[in-house]
C-alpha cells in the first residue's frame, strides 16, 4: 500500500505509473493541457470502494462545494504536508486535463468496461471510484491488480434484466439516451437509484448505502437534466 494513512480514509485504490511507462493517450494528454512534467517522475491513482470514504470522511463535510472533491483534495494535501513536505506534486483529475481514466483502470489492474458503461474491477465490482490523480516527484509504481473481467463468466446477466428501459445490453453499447430520459422526469424511479447496478452480484456487500447513493446519482441527474434541457433550447 503506497499510502496507508490515505487507505484509511476510504481512498483504499491506490496505483502508480511511472511517467517513462505511462501509456502515449495519457501521456499526450497530459502535455496537451499544460501540464508541467519537468521534474515529476510517477503519476498517482487513488480511489475508493465501497462505502468507507464516504462514512469516514466526505459525510462529515457534506457542506463543502463538491464533498468529495474538496475533501479528497484535501486528505492528500494533509498526506504531503506530513510525510513529504517537500515534494513537488499537481493534481491532474478532477479538472481540466482530459486523462483517459478508462484506459488507466484497466492499466493498473482496476477493471473493464461493464454492460453499464462503468468500469467493473474484478473483486470490488460496480462500487467503486476514481477520486484524484496527480503527478509527483517522488519515485512510485505498483504492479497492476491481477484478475479477472467478471462479467465474462455472468451467466444470468442480471444487470441486463433489472433495467426498466432496455438501457442495458450485451450486444451494444450502453443506451445512455434512454437511461437519461427515463431518469429525468420528478419521481422516476430510477432518479436516486440504478436498477442495473444494485443487482450486479460482484461485491454486492460493497454497495452503497442510501444517503450516499443519493448524493451520487443526484450529481448525476442535474447533469443530465442540464444535458437534456440544452437540447430543447438548441435551434
Known amino acids: 500500500m503506497l499510502f ?20 502515449d493517450a495519457a501521456h499526450q494528454a497530459l502535455i496537451d493541457d499544460g501540464v508541467d512534467l519537468d521534474g515529476h517522475r510517477s503519476l498517482v491513482l487513488l480511489g475508493q470502494r465501497g462505502r468507507t470514504l464516504w462514512e469516514r470522511s466526505v459525510r462529515h ?10 475533501t479528497v483534495q484535501a486528505l492528500v494535501t494533509d498526506w504531503f504536508a506530513t510525510h513529504a513536505p517537500n515534494a513537488e506534486w499537481t493534481i491532474v483529475y478532477p479538472g481540466s486535463v482530459r486523462l483517459p481514466l478508462g484506459q488507466l483502470a484497466t492499466a493498473v489492474g482496476w477493471g473493464d468496461p461493464s454492460p453499464l458503461g462503468i ?10 471510484a476514481h477520486r484524484i490523480a496527480f503527478v509527483c516527484d517522488l519515485d512510485l509504481s505498483t504492479a497492476p491488480e491481477p484478475g479477472l473481467h467478471p462479467c465474462a463468466s455472468c451467466v444470468d446477466t442480471p444487470c441486463v434484466s433489472a433495467c426498466p428501459v432496455e438501457a442495458v445490453s450485451l450486444a451494444d453499447r450502453f443506451n445512455l439516451r434512454a437511461c ?7 419521481d422516476s ?47
Open 180 to 186: 437519461a430520459e427515463h431518469r429525468a422526469p420528478v
Open 4 to 23: 496507508p494513512e490515505l487507505a484509511e480514509a476510504g481512498l483504499a485504490l491506490q496505483a502508480a505509473i511511472p511517467l517513462a511507462e505511462l501509456g
Open 119 to 128: 468500469t467493473i474491477h474484478p473483486t470490488h465490482g460496480l462500487w467503486i
Open 61 to 70: 463535510n457534506l457542506d463543502a462545494d463538491d464533498p468529495f472533491d474538496d
Open 189 to 235: 424511479a430510477c432518479e436516486f437509484q440504478c436498477f442495473s447496478r444494485s443487482a450486479c452480484p460482484v461485491a454486492s456487500d460493497l454497495q452503497y448505502g442510501p444517503e450516499q447513493m443519493t448524493h451520487h446519482y443526484a450529481s448525476g441527474l442535474r447533469s443530465i437534466r442540464a444535458w437534456l434541457d440544452s437540447e430543447k433550447l438548441a435551434p
